[in-house]
């Protein structure tokens, strides 16, 4: 839950920041023939479903959408796209640079919790941003580049479950989701429910 303004703030900063650099940034690459253009976003902009964050995630995966669509529409001009996705860094993401709003008691067990974690602060987090920023560096130093560069144990582990599970549910549901189409067979039996 979160008001519009957050809303709007998070996507000003998280994505129309994003894309307005890129758009100053991309006519002198597209000249040049050549470059690679780094977008931060978070492994929360891929996975999501993070409860009371929505508006952070939501702007993050704006970002992801954004780039990929960049990355085909450039690539004749030598243009590269790399989306990195970290996980927790000691950084002040969510200290005094993230308002936490109250959660209302319905919510306490999922929006109540994140807050509580969150006002925790940057304490316990993994991740070295002096780390970050060198790995970021030796990547684009290279011939090719990852399209989305994990960054963090969290954001790895969370990006494998995300891909594992995603996978699992399209290969349940295929028969289903095919048979949208006129010419395959209609209708099919819905995937077992879990239990049954």
């Known amino acids: 839950t979160s ?7 998070q996507f ?18 597209r000249q040049q023939g050549s470059g690679t253009m780094v977008q931060i976003s ?7 479903g993070s409860p009371g964050i929505a508006s952070y995630q939501a702007a993050k ?4 959408g954004f780039t990929r669509s960049l990355a085909a529409e450039t690539a004749p001009f030598g243009v590269r796209f ?27 067990s999922t929006v109540g919790a994140m807050n509580r974690t969150l006002r925790q602060g940057a304490s316990g987090t993994a991740g070295d ?16 580049v990852p399209s989305h560069l994990l960054l963090g144990v969290n954001a790895v582990n969370m990006a494998l479950d995300y891909s594992r599970g995603q996978l699992v549910e ?6 289903v989701s095919r048979s949208a189409d006129f010419a395959e067979p209609y209708p099919v039996e819905l995937p077992p429910q879990k239990g049954q």
């Open 82 to 108: 790399m989306v990195v996705e970290p996980s927790g860094f000691a950084t002040d993401w969510a200290g005094s640079s993230m308002i936490v709003h109250a959660a209302p008691g319905a919510y306490d």
């Open 170 to 175: 399209a290969e349940a549901w295929e028969a």
């Open 3 to 9: 008001d519009d303004h957050d809303f709007r703030a």
């Open 61 to 64: 995966f704006a970002v992801d």
């Open 12 to 29: 000003e900063t998280n994505f129309w920041g994003v894309y307005n650099v890129t758009k100053a940034a991309l006519p002198v690459l």
């Open 42 to 48: 978070s492994v929360g902009g891929r996975v999501g």
């Open 129 to 144: 941003p002096d780390r970050a920023a060198e790995i970021i560096v030796r990547t684009v130093r290279r011939g090719e």
